[in-house]
């Protein structure tokens, strides 16, 4: 019998991403389940981000065109891998980490971005960096957790930072934050992936 690929990003057959999963290293699973354990409020999953989650996160950009890409909240790097991999070499990239073990690791793993602590943050730090806007931030901070006015000075410091038509993508795993990302952005798009634990909501806003 033929084998059936399920390939609706791109990424080749299910069965090859389910191995690539299956293979993630213990280190980062067991670093992360630590962190969860020791401040849930900071930390929104018992385990960190799928490769099916990361390929939808970054799928719409355009690495050949942005020259300036933010992460916010990278936890063990599931998307900083990529940014540091995929993006142009002029492409300025900028990941924030809060907690200090994390952010230590990162900066070791890769070498060629530039590190900061908190989201809230943003734009001034940009600005400190010598860019007025930026053209993409990724962010997996668990809004969820946080009280409304962290929420609202993380997401006007996003909207403030972004060039007009700028991506902002977003993971959450509910839809308690929509209305307030369709308060700050022009246009969203809304992905799922069920292939995450627990199964999560991409929101795509553009600026």
């Given at each position: 019998?033929?084998?059936?690929?399920?390939?609706?990003?791109?990424?080749?057959?299910?069965?090859?991403?389910?191995?690539?999963?299956?293979k993630k290293t213990i280190s980062d699973k067991v670093l992360f389940l630590y962190k969860f354990i020791k401040c849930s409020?900071?930390?929104?999953?018992?385990?960190?981000?799928?490769?099916?989650?990361?390929?939808?996160?970054?799928?719409?950009?355009?690495?050949?065109?942005?020259?300036?890409?933010?992460?916010?909240g990278a936890g063990t790097g599931i998307f900083t891998k990529y940014i540091e991999q995929l993006k142009h070499p002029y492409c300025k990239g900028i990941i924030f980490e809060q907690d200090e073990e994390m952010a230590n690791r990162l900066m070791k793993l890769y070498r060629g971005l530039h590190y900061r602590s908190r989201a809230e943050d943003l734009y001034p730090v940009l600005q400190q960096l010598g860019l007025s806007e930026v053209d993409c931030i990724l962010s997996g901070l668990p809004f969820a957790n946080f009280p409304q006015s962290l929420r609202d000075?993380?997401?006007?410091?996003?909207?403030?930072?972004?060039?007009?038509?700028?991506?902002?993508?977003?993971?959450?795993?509910?839809?308690?934050?929509?209305?307030q990302f369709h308060e700050r952005f022009a246009k969203i798009d809304l992905g799922f992936v069920p292939l995450n634990i627990p199964p999560a909501f991409v929101y795509y806003c553009y600026k």
């Open positions: 019998m033929k084998e059936v690929k399920i390939n609706a990003l791109g990424l080749g057959s299910e069965r090859e991403l389910l191995l690539q999963e299956l409020k900071k930390i929104g999953s018992l385990t960190p981000s799928s490769i099916f989650l990361a390929k939808a996160m970054i799928k719409p950009i355009d690495w050949e065109n942005i020259r300036s890409i933010v992460e916010l000075r993380i997401l006007d410091g996003v909207a403030r930072s972004l060039k007009p038509g700028g991506l902002f993508i977003q993971y959450q795993y509910s839809l308690q934050m929509k209305n």
